[in-house]
């Protein structure tokens, strides 16, 4: 009888830097290797087959913050933003610093991108402005605080910025003057709202989780606004020389019900109980003077809003005016606070 024995190929990873993970995974599969990470850690011990992407997701799932994207390259990201871009602090399980990698002069010959980095470093998106392209590269201010890491050999440029583009969460633009790389909204704000609620003002378990807070908070409206926005909305904010960007937000949005949550409960707490409300918001969001700060959100960005309710003990419509910051909401006008 004969006997066969059929092994699948396995690539072990012991643990360790971004770099060091990506050098050992192209090795192993031959395939370009990108990350991209908006808080810098170590990619944890996994063991995986690296031609199923099934396999490689499932190794990733429940490892730590970098995860597998779906599809079959050898992409992977953490889901988040820069934290010193929203003025929040950001601790997450295998945080490290590396060491940021000087774009070099050879890393592009003939319109092809050549990528090795030593295990102790990442690059930060923004330096990648210095590749010696055939066109200018143009990376949103917004997106530079990336932390990245690759592998590729020989890749074409436009390939390899518009694979650095879809990891980043950015639209890849080619005209005739510039490669250009901008946010791309619903990918741009998901990330942010999900910085934000791993941002470490929020409550954390022994182990480093975020622990269920009480809801209709500040953090939650702010959370709510954002998801409302759209991708012209936040590019308006995110461009904003002069400091303030206003726009209208829909009254059946998650940012209106997050304001009339609050409103509901601020008004209960102090005995108040308002009858059926309806909302009509003005949002107005502050932007950055980006010539002085990298700040988006914290101190630097607040809402206000205008809402119209009925108070029944007088029977007569009232108007309340919010003012949100990242901690602190407050109510002014008739039946405010």
Known sequence: MLLLSIALASFTFPGGSPAAFANKLYEASSQPVFICQGVSAKIPKVEFDPSDANSIMAAFKNAGPTTKTPGVEMTFT??????????????IPGSATYGPATPSADWVKDGNVTIKLEES????LGDLRTLKTSRPVSIHRSL????????????????FLIKLAKISGARFRSSSKEFELTPFGPEFISRVVKTLRESSSRPKDS???????EKDTP???????LQDLTEADLMKVLDSKEGLTSFGMPTKGKGAAAFVAWFKKSQAAAGKNPGAQQGQFSISLKAV?????????GTNLSVSAELVYTDPTVRQERKARFEISQSVARTFGPGGL
């Open 78 to 91: 953490d889901g988040l933003v820069d934290p010193a871009f929203l003025n929040v602090p950001v601790i």
């Open 207 to 213: 182990a480093g989780g975020a622990v269920a807070q």
């Open 289 to 297: 003077d980006w010539a002085k700060s990298s700040f988006l959100y």
């Open 144 to 159: 530079e605080g990336f932390k990245v890491v690759v592998r590729v050999q020989d890749m074409p440029e436009r390939d």
């Open 121 to 124: 470093q990442s690059i930060r």
């Open 219 to 225: 953090m939650d409206i702010w959370i709510a606004c």
